[in-house]
């Protein structure tokens, strides 16, 4: 669905008076599509959660609204944009937690959205700490081991968690959640050593649950893009041992979550950035291979040309909203 220029103005001045929840979820998936689609600059759906999200009352559209921001920030806002507009939204973030009622759905969420928010920047690690040692309290605020393990993540993803450390978290929760969350804040840690050990692990190893790999995964993927722009010739070498060695099942979460997607677009075209040109000289000189395997390569491009295309927009504040 597409607003018209008088609409789009109109839910972007007033998304929060709209009553109607299914309404209001409308608006919101359309603002979305927009963003999603290089038709508004992402950084305009960013600023309507900023704005809105506080007021949204559907636990449910809240936290897709919240979880689209974040991938809007890391994915389509333009690198020269993205420091500040990541710091104003963890700022928002921060202060609805504090905001929200005690024990809400709404506060946990917002809860979430800093643990998450703060792998890319470390304004708030000290509230991310002290809400781990209990230091900094927050009323109604259920610390429980999902939400510390995000804790743990974002810690983890800004060089502040040793490996001692993780290991006492692991300690008080030793279940198949703890030893994925466990996985992938070892893996975040940002360093060269930890990267290429992990990479080891999840593309060689055979040791790994299906959990546990996407852990791993998850965790390799958080950290600075200089550390992961050596992996991207040797992922798209090592595709075909990969999916002729492993089960199916391993094998597509391999290919899929280690495609080399966090991109972002400094000069040229969208087709011209050396991602999306190394994929497509794969897919050219791969033309029988099995169809499950360039099904996932087609796909992982289709998401990356559509972040590097809403990157290419030019670069807006929220007052240049239509």
Request: hydrophobic residues 45%.
């Given at each position: 669905?597409?607003?018209?220029?008088?609409?789009?103005a109109?839910?972007?001045?007033?998304?929060?008076?709209?009553?109607?929840?299914?309404?209001?979820?409308?608006?919101?998936?359309?603002?979305?599509?927009?963003?999603?689609?290089?038709?508004?600059?992402?950084?305009?759906?960013?600023?309507?959660?900023?704005?809105?999200?506080?007021?949204?009352?559907?636990?449910?559209?809240?936290?897709?609204?919240?979880?689209?921001?974040?991938?809007?920030?890391?994915?389509?806002?333009?690198?020269?944009?993205?420091?500040?507009?990541?710091?104003?939204?963890?700022?928002?973030?921060?202060?609805?937690?504090?905001?929200?009622?005690?024990?809400?759905?709404?506060?946990l969420?917002?809860?979430?959205?800093?643990?998450?928010?703060?792998?890319?920047?470390?304004?708030?690690?000290?509230?991310?700490?002290?809400?781990?040692?209990?230091?900094?309290?927050?009323?109604?605020?259920?610390?429980?081991?999902?939400?510390?393990?995000?804790?743990?993540?974002?810690?983890?993803?800004?060089?502040?968690?040793?490996?001692?450390q993780?290991?006492?978290?692991?300690?008080?929760?030793?279940?198949?959640?703890?030893?994925?969350?466990?996985?992938?804040?070892?893996?975040?840690?940002?360093?060269?050593?930890?990267?290429?050990?992990?990479?080891?692990?999840?593309?060689?190893?055979?040791?790994?649950?299906?959990?546990?790999?996407?852990?791993?995964?998850a965790?390799?993927?958080?950290?600075?893009?200089?550390?992961?722009q050596?992996?991207?010739?040797?992922?798209?070498?090592?595709?075909?041992?990969?999916?002729?060695?492993?089960?199916?099942?391993?094998?597509?979460?391999?290919?899929?979550?280690?495609?080399?997607?966090?991109?972002?677009?400094?000069?040229?075209?969208?087709?011209?950035?050396?991602?999306?040109?190394?994929?497509?000289?794969?897919?050219?000189?791969?033309?029988?291979?099995?169809?499950a395997?360039?099904?996932?390569?087609?796909?992982?491009?289709?998401?990356?040309?559509?972040?590097l295309?809403?990157?290419?927009?030019?670069a807006?504040?929220?007052?240049?909203?239509?």
């Amino acid at each position: 669905m597409r607003l018209d220029p008088r609409s789009e103005a109109t839910v972007r001045s007033s998304l929060s008076s709209l009553t109607d929840p299914m309404a209001r979820a409308l608006c919101w998936t359309a603002l979305w599509d927009s963003a999603r689609d290089a038709v508004t600059p992402s950084a305009l759906y960013v600023d309507a959660v900023q704005r809105f999200g506080p007021a949204e009352t559907g636990i449910g559209v809240l936290l897709n609204v919240l979880g689209n921001a974040s991938t809007a920030i890391e994915r389509y806002v333009p690198v020269v944009e993205r420091a500040g507009v990541r710091r104003d939204f963890l700022s928002v973030a921060a202060d609805e937690l504090q905001r929200a009622a005690p024990g809400s759905d709404q506060q946990l969420a917002w809860a979430r959205t800093v643990a998450a928010t703060s792998r890319f920047d470390g304004g708030r690690l000290d509230m991310l700490r002290g809400i781990l040692d209990g230091s900094t309290v927050i009323e109604g605020l259920s610390v429980d081991a999902e939400l510390r393990w995000n804790l743990w993540h974002a810690l983890a993803a800004n060089g502040q968690a040793t490996t001692e450390q993780l290991d006492g978290e692991l300690a008080r929760d030793n279940t198949a959640a703890g030893k994925s969350g466990h996985a992938t804040a070892l893996a975040a840690r940002p360093d060269a050593a930890v990267k290429e050990a992990a990479w080891t692990e999840a593309v060689h190893g055979t040791s790994l649950s299906n959990q546990l790999l996407s852990a791993t995964i998850a965790g390799f993927n958080t950290g600075p893009a200089a550390l992961l722009q050596g992996f991207t010739d040797r992922y798209f070498e090592c595709l075909e041992d990969v999916w002729a060695g492993r089960s199916i099942e391993i094998a597509s979460r391999i290919v899929r979550g280690l495609y080399p997607a966090g991109q972002d677009l400094d000069d040229g075209t969208p087709d011209s950035h050396p991602v999306i040109v190394r994929t497509d000289e794969w897919l050219a000189g791969h033309g029988d291979a099995p169809r499950a395997l360039r099904r996932i390569i087609i796909e992982q491009r289709s998401h990356l040309h559509r972040s590097l295309t809403a990157q290419a927009l030019p670069a807006a504040t929220p007052s240049a909203a239509p």
